[in-house]
């Protein structure tokens, strides 16, 4: 069965300073996707960075980049430059493909709670 | 812009209640989902739907019934609502155009809270 792992449920950051946030996977099948998502403490999830199996480049969004290593099976989340906006639960997630090939669902990880402090 | 809108921010209902949950999209979405979150269990899968009028079970869906009758509304039906079911709600929709990707745009969040 296909599962994420996020295994920092918190972290602090001092604003400005990079932070990595750590997502491992495990999966069988050899086509899939990572992603990250961002949620405030507003509820509302809000999508960061996409990661496919197969692209050869870490993918990177502005501050946001993922630290694909598939042989480790590892997509850890870079944010550059911490603000205090990035204060909020960050979740990965992994497609996982459905029989039948309607559509796809995501799983998701636990999450981890940033905290950026001035 | 991705715009999906939920009905609610909150609700609070009592144990026993039928409770709807309505969920809007604006980008012509094919995909729809239903997930709920709940502290230290991420987010749980209960219910999508591929099309109007076809619905799949997640990994969830005891307690839950779902219904698509239009293509960009998707609903979450509890029958009869427990406290069990106290929980954030989360709608999201994609596009199957985008099969290579199928990132899924969220809601804001209903936060249910049944007594």
């Known amino acids: 069965a296909q599962k994420i792992t996020q295994t920092q449920p918190g972290m602090f950051v001092q604003e400005k300073e990079a932070v990595t946030l750590d997502c491992t996977y495990d999966t069988s099948d050899p086509s899939y996707g990572l992603f990250w998502y961002k949620q405030p403490s507003s509820g509302e999830m809000i999508f960061l960075i996409y990661q496919g199996s197969y692209d050869q480049q870490n993918a990177t969004e502005g501050r946001y980049s993922l630290n694909f290593q598939k042989a480790r099976k590892s997509a850890n989340l870079v944010i550059s430059a911490s603000q205090l906006g990035d204060s909020a639960m960050y979740f990965c997630?992994?497609?996982?493909?459905?029989?039948?090939?309607?559509?796809?669902?995501?799983?998701f990880g636990t999450g981890t709670l940033l905290a950026v402090q001035p | 812009d991705v715009k999906v809108t939920q009905s609610s921010r909150y609700l609070v209902k009592r144990t026993g209640e039928k409770v709807f949950l309505e969920c809007v999209q604006d980008m012509d979405h094919e995909n729809m989902f239903w997930y709920r979150q709940d502290p230290g269990l991420g987010l749980r899968l209960i219910y999508f739907?591929?099309?109007?009028?076809?619905?799949e079970k997640g990994d969830i869906p005891e307690g839950y019934s779902v219904s698509r009758e239009k293509k960009e509304r998707f609903s979450l039906i509890l029958e009869s609502a427990s406290t069990n079911q106290t929980s954030m709600y989360l709608c999201?929709?994609?596009?199957?155009?985008?099969?290579?990707?199928?990132?899924?745009?969220f809601g804001p969040g209903t936060r249910l809270t049944v007594l």
């Open positions: 739907s591929y099309d109007v009028k076809m619905k």
């Open positions: 999201a929709s994609s596009s199957r155009l985008a099969a290579s990707t199928d990132t899924q745009y």
């Open positions: 997630a992994m497609r996982e493909r459905l029989g039948g090939g309607a559509t796809n669902k995501l799983i």
